[in-house]
């Protein structure tokens, strides 16, 4: 059996990534290092660039500039090395709808070249798990947007990976469900794994997180332990210290009922 990996290691490194629109600089040449076995936040102000630095560090948009490695493999020269370690839920992608929330998540892992039989297993684990089991059999089409998010969820655990990046995973779920899965990512980080989400919500951040990024206008504003980065002050402030406020905060008085 290998050694453990140090806790130093990067699960994920960017160097330089860049992405460009037209004329729109979607990422502007980002540096970051995701430690393993961290549980690691990314916050960003609408159009920050956060789901677009997402999409490049797991395989699913190409950057035009920068390296992408997951625990030190380059992820777009080796793909069929790094993809294996990387369970991804990309944020609005669509799925593949007209099959059964079970069909989905087989689908998911047959897809990485699973056994028929320890895709069966997991797959029933999960719905279990996520509180889909009552809605393994109905299609994806009929989910609500939270139910979604659960069975994108299964699907990006179901091959077991090293690396989960998880794009706004608790968007419209409800509370008990939101439960269920902090307790599996938390499982999973003290196992050995490394987690990296998005999110809009600082508690949820602060609750969960141990390190966070701070991006904005394609940019790592601020990057490190969560402590670090909130630097004393409570993190939405240190955020908006970080971002700017909204800059127009003129007088809505036609809104007003008397």
Known sequence: MS???????????????SKRFG????????????????FY????????????????????????????SVHGVD????????????????????????????ELIS??????????DVVRERRD???????????GSTLVTDYSAGMVKKVGLACALVHAPRVLVLDEPFEAVDPVSAGAIRRILTAFVESGGTVVLSSHVMALVERLCDHVAVVGAGRVLAAGTLDEVRA???????????????????????????
Do not use: C
């Not at 050694?3 to 990534?17: H, K, M, N, T």
């Not at 699913?60 to 500039?65: N, Q, R, S």
């Not at 409570?234 to 970080?242: A, G, K, P, Q, T």
């Open 3 to 17: 050694a453990p990996e140090p806790a130093s290691a990067s699960a994920l490194s960017l160097r330089g990534l």
């Open 107 to 116: 689908y998911a892992g047959l897809l990485r070249g699973m056994d028929r």
């Open 41 to 68: 936040g990314v916050v960003g102000p609408n159009g920050a660039g956060k789901t677009t630095t997402l999409s490049m560090a797991t395989g699913l948009l190409e950057p035009d500039t920068g390296v992408v």
């Open 75 to 102: 992820l777009w020269r080796e793909p069929e090395r790094a993809k294996p370690m990387l369970g991804v839920l990309p944020d609005g992608l669509r799925t593949f709808d007209k099959l059964t929330g079970a």
């Open 23 to 38: 004329a729109t600089i979607a990422v502007a040449g980002i540096d970051l290092d995701i430690p393993a076995q961290s």
């Open 232 to 258: 004393g002050k409570d993190l939405e402030d240190r955020f908006v210290h970080l971002v700017g406020d909204v800059t127009d905060s003129r007088d809505l008085a036609w809104l007003r009922q008397s």
């Open 125 to 135: 684990d999960l719905l279990a798990a996520l509180d889909l089991a009552g809605a």
